[in-house]
Nanobody, 117 residues
Framework: QVQLVESGGGLVQAGGSLRLSCAAS????????MGWFRQAPGKEREFVAT???????TYADSVKGRFTISRDNAKNTVYLQMNSLEPADTAVYYC???????????WGQGTQVTVSS
């Protein structure tokens, strides 16, 4: 049974920072691809960042240079450090764990991030 629990969301002013955490239960975390996605009101869920088992990361163009994804395999946790936040970053942020065949197999319940101008 895999569970993903996000935390760290909140209200922040533009230009501020937040760090999201995603604690994962279940096996094979250290060899799993992990990712962050977000969904703003009225919009589709979109990719934010991903990190593979060896620490290789990729980012959406909209967050590149501002957000950093990292993982601590000893704690079964993945993080998203968000700096220079903008109102356009306001969304529910979801953590995801990769499964077989490249699909995202498991999702957390989401954490709200609100950036005020």
């Amino acid at each position: 049974q895999v569970q993903l629990v996000e935390s760290g969301g909140g209200l922040v002013q533009a230009g501020g920072s937040l760090r999201l955490s995603c604690a994962a239960s279940g096996r094979f975390f250290s060899v799993s691809r992990m990712g962050w996605f977000r969904q703003a009101p009225g919009k589709e869920r979109e990719f934010v960042a991903t990190i593979n088992w060896s620490g290789g990361d990729t980012y959406a163009d909209s967050v590149k240079g501002r957000f950093t994804i990292s993982r601590d395999n000893a704690k079964n946790t993945v993080y998203l450090q968000m700096n220079s936040l903008e109102p356009a970053d306001t969304a529910v942020y979801y953590c995801a764990k990769g499964g077989t065949a490249g699909a995202w197999a498991y999702w957390g319940q989401g954490t709200q991030v609100t950036v005020s101008s």
